[in-house]
């Protein structure tokens, strides 16, 4: 009798192992603990544009070094650490989200800290959420950038349909002003970009458009903007 409930009762428990499983499995592969299939644009027959600017005179256009500069970090893969340090920089191994995007700009040659920087001195009314500038911080915040980007750079689409308007090295904000990252080479079977960023999440090169809420998206063009505020890193 005793046997009979014991394999009465595995009858429902192997079922429930395997749904569990398979819900695993599922939700490690959305967040891309398993690798996908991975396209790029040509799939689907769009061009990769390239800037008009190689700031940095290494030969490489601006669009393409921003990407570099990206998937570097993606590689380095620091540990998620927004500390404050005076000076500014963080060491290499720690970063967040918008640590991304100033050393992306740094492999294109531009100190996005000065930039930024400049702007709040320059222009404080465009920033007043900023009582008291603080250049070792204020780089590093995702509402300063969205400021920085909506005044200085191209704004695009927000919508992830239009896949042919989304290009290596774009800027993305996230979710408000909490969030951000760029644009990768890579595209998911819908064509639509992955993004470099870095959440503290385990892969920094991912499938992370669907499922984030898109606030804006940018394009910098340096030709569009005055020398003065193109700093040299």
């Known amino acids: 009798m005793r046997m009979k409930r014991i394999k009465k009762s595995l009858y429902w428990l192997i079922p429930l192992v395997v749904v569990l499983l398979l819900a695993s499995m599922a939700l490690l592969k959305y967040f891309g603990h398993f690798p996908l299939k991975t ?11 390239a800037s008009s600017v ?3 005179g290494d030969g490489i256009d601006d669009y393409a ?17 927004g500390s404050y340090y005076k000076g500014g920089y963080p060491p290499e191994e720690i970063g967040v989200c ?23 001195a320059q222009n404080p009314d465009r920033y007043p959420q900023i009582a008291e500038p603080d250049p070792n911080i204020d780089f590093r915040r995702v509402q300063n950038l969205l ?24 800027i993305v904000v996230f979710n408000g002003t909490k969030h951000i990252g760029i ?38 063009d340096a030709d569009l903007i005055k020398e003065d505020i193109l700093f040299i890193y």
């Open 39 to 49: 396209y790029t644009a040509a799939h689907f027959g769009i061009e990769t544009a």
């Open 54 to 56: 190689d700031f940095d």
């Open 65 to 81: 070094d921003l990407l570099a500069g990206a998937k570097l970090e993606a590689i380095r893969h620091p540990r998620y650490d």
């Open 98 to 120: 918008t640590d991304v995007i100033w050393r992306a700009f740094r492999e294109a040659g531009y100190s996005l800290k000065e930039m930024v920087d400049w702007d709040i």
């Open 147 to 170: 400021i920085f980007f909506k005044t200085y750079a191209k704004e695009l689409t927000t919508d992830i349909e239009k896949i042919d308007q989304w290009q290596p090295g774009d």
């Open 183 to 220: 644009v990768s080479n890579l595209r998911n079977k819908k064509g639509q970009p992955y993004i470099i960023h870095n959440g503290g999440q385990p892969v920094r090169e991912e499938n992370y458009l669907p499922r984030a809420k898109v606030t804006a998206h940018f394009r910098f």
